[in-house]
């Protein structure tokens, strides 16, 4: 892995809050299109119920982005914690790339994101 031998932990923690934010607004408009397609199809109602667990999940994830962010914000400025053991089995180079700062490149559609 290139990149920085350090990351700020207060970086980090805010940059995980952003993903965690970021990943329950997907998971909520999911939830709301797979409703919809699940109530228009008139399928069975069983059915519907568990596709709500994902505001379950959706829910779980907005509040871990407010505690992560708010931790981020309590965490010195001079804590660092190493990059390479805190990221070394991420294969998400975008995920990297933002949790680090480092550059990457864009992935195109439908493209596998490796690190």
Known sequence: MSGPATIPLPDLLSQVGREFDELAREVEQLQETLSDVLLGA?????LLHKAQALDHVFQHMA??????????QQTSSDWHVPAEPVLRDVSLSGLVGRLTGAPVEAVAAGDIDLF
């Open 63 to 72: 509040q871990l982005a407010v505690i992560v962010s708010r931790a981020s």
């Open 42 to 46: 008139g399928l069975d109602p069983e």
